[in-house]
């Protein structure tokens, strides 16, 4: 298979883990930056070309497209699956994923657990916002925001009012959300593929921080999920649409409580944690993805075949 990674960072750890990956299992791989991709659209013949060159022998994608490019990542992943080439994750899933409320109120209405969150865009709102999520402490977190920049913990209701109100002079969307007190700035991130949590591991926030993202200096260590911890990754990623999946949930009293479902989540903490190759995982499911699709031509072609036969 010819596999492209579309990446803007050939030299990120995630870029080289699938690069390698993709080798040892015996494939062709090019790292392509999709910032740098242009499309044709016409009638029967769509088209992908990268400096000049087109990408029609390609026979399947792996996305990491970054926040900053959702729209136009998300575009090219769609031409590619306009020109039949399989992708390790649906175009559509990823731009829904990258909302973090409508990801929210996906989860919300197939009945997966959260913490409570609010929604509002009028300072008059604010107090009766605060008091739906269980009042103070809580969180707020910019709609746009990535690897635990911009969320906020407010531990009195003046300064979440205070905090709220600045973000919305600011012309920001955010959401309010309820703090969980007994996750003890510990989350746990469990890593879906094709329906299978193929590895997890529990973050800690460093020293004097609730943010337990590796980037803001979080450690992280392998655990093992509990059947309902593993039911609820599953369950997120299938309701969001994506095969690959970094499903982020905070343990709770009343069970896992999902903080987001990620469509581009980083190898380098997961697989340090676990020891696991998770890249190989992202891998097989391609192929497997593939040869359904070859059988797929082959019976189309002798279906055709026979019907002019016949003509």
């Known amino acids: 298979m010819n596999i492209a990674v579309l990446s803007t960072n050939k030299n990120l750890y995630s870029t080289k883990r699938l690069v390698e990956a993709v080798q040892f ?18 009638q029967g013949k769509p088209t992908i070309h990268y400096k000049g060159q087109d990408l029609s022998h390609i026979d399947a994608i792996i996305p990491r497209i970054g926040s900053s490019l959702t729209f136009y990542g998300s575009a090219i992943v769609r031409q590619f699956e306009v020109m039949n080439v399989v992708s390790a994750n649906p175009s559509q899933a990823i731009t829904r994923s990258r909302d973090k409320l409508r990801c929210m109120q996906i989860l919300s209405g197939a009945g997966l657990g ?8 009028s300072v008059s709102d604010v107090d009766d916002l605060i008091n739906m999520v269980g009042g103070a402490p809580l ?16 531990e ?58 590796l980037h803001r200096g979080g450690s992280a260590e392998i655990v093992k999920l509990t059947r309902t911890e593993k039911q609820t990754a599953v369950s997120a990623a299938k309701a969001m649409g994506l095969t690959v999946a970094g499903v982020d949930m905070l343990p ?20 340090t944690a676990t020891g696991k190759d998770i890249a190989s995982e992202i891998v097989k499911y391609l192929e497997g993805q593939y040869a359904i699709t070859q059988a797929a031509k082959v019976i189309n072609t002798k279906r055709k075949v026979k019907k002019e036969s016949k003509l």
């Open 114 to 121: 959260l913490p409570i969150t609010g929604f509002a865009r």
């Open 25 to 42: 299992r015996g494939h062709h791989c090019v790292v392509i930056d999709h910032s740098k991709c242009y499309v044709g659209i016409q």
């Open 156 to 213: 009195t209701k003046k300064a979440a009012s205070s905090v709220i109100e600045a973000f919305y002079g600011l012309g920001n969307n955010i959401l309010i959300q309820e703090y969980i007190k007994e996750a003890k700035g510990t989350d746990i991130r469990a890593f879906v593929v094709d329906g299978k949590v193929v590895g997890a591991m529990k973050r800690t926030a460093k020293e004097g921080e609730f943010r337990s993202n």
């Open 139 to 154: 969180v707020i977190k910019l709609l746009e925001g990535t690897q635990g920049i911009g969320v906020v913990l407010a």
């Open 252 to 271: 709770s009293a009343r069970g896992p409580l999902i903080l987001e479902v990620n469509s581009s989540p980083g190898l380098e903490g997961i697989e």
